[in-house]
Nanobody, 124 residues
């Protein structure tokens, strides 16, 4: 089992940047595929990005491709989401998620563990 805690959210102007972090408990962080999702008020939880155990493979939603980058530091049990060129439509609660399955899943059902979320607000 793994526990996840996100941080780094906040208020930023359109065009700005933020870096989210997700710290994981436990000694087997490198055994988990990690994902990022976001949920705006009244909307479903949408896929943002995912990164395989070693960090060698990543996959992004079309809406963030070229602007967001996910990475991980297995020695620090942490995964990151660097968000550049932010837009008002990026406003949402951002969640990190983990699964022991070695697959880059883009659906919430593909993940077993979730953090509590961190709010990102982009003003126009």
């Amino acid at each position: 089992q793994v526990q996840l805690v996100e941080s780094g959210g906040g208020l930023v102007q359109s065009g700005g940047s933020l870096r989210l972090s997700c710290a994981a408990s436990g000694r087997t962080f490198s055994s988990y595929t990690m994902g990022w999702f976001r949920q705006a008020p009244g909307k479903e939880r949408d896929f943002v990005a995912t990164i395989i155990r070693s960090g060698g493979s990543t996959y992004y939603a079309d809406s963030v491709k070229g602007r967001f980058t996910t990475s991980r530091d297995n020695a620090k049990n942490t995964v990151y989401l660097q968000m550049n060129s932010l837009k008002p439509e990026d406003t949402a609660v951002y969640y990190c998620a983990a699964t022991p399955r070695m697959v880059l899943s883009t659906t919430p059902k593909g993940y077993d563990y979730w953090g509590q979320g961190t709010q990102v607000t982009v003003s126009s």
